[in-house]
């Protein structure tokens, strides 16, 4: 469970540790300066929206919420594409566009995991999650036929007041 809420709280910091990475591998490892126009321009921008966009995917489902943890699958997903896109902030020309396709298969594929996702859990919908003292707990879905009554409760009791009369004397 702790593998899990670190990943919960590192995909923010991620959107700008990645990025940065990229554009320090490139100093680092002497990449040139095309390389340094593709970073500057494509790599960075898209490491730093595709990271926001699928920490904001993970975060919208409620059992994330609830549990301030990721799932399994984004503990995968995440460390792939993580591990790619530092192997491509290396610019070893050996292995550097390999890597790079892998990163960018890897992000498409982990952006489709968190839709599906999320997906499942919205259509899973008949029951809500919310925090109690105890833990997550679920909230079964109203029923319909009780939401469309268009009668008044029996039980509920309406009291007018009355004018005082005047006293005429």
Known sequence: MWLRRAFFHWLIPAAFVLPLWLLVGW????????????????????????????????????TVRAERAVSWWDVLGFTVWHALTIVVGFYLESFFALALVLAIIAAIGLFWL????????????????????????????????????????????????????????
């Open 27 to 62: 100093g680092v490892f002497n990449a040139g300066a095309w390389a340094f126009l593709w970073v500057l321009f494509i790599a960075i921008p898209s490491v730093f929206f595709g990271e926001l966009i699928l920490a904001l995917l993970v975060r919208a489902r409620p």
């Open 114 to 169: 968190s839709l599906w996702q999320l997906w499942n859990e919205a259509r899973a919908g008949a029951s809500r999650v919310v925090m109690t003292t105890a833990g997550p707990a679920f909230i079964p879905a109203s029923d319909p036929d009780a939401t469309s009554q268009t009668t008044a409760d029996p039980g509920v009791f309406v009291i007018t007041e009355r004018a005082k009369p005047t006293d005429e004397r």
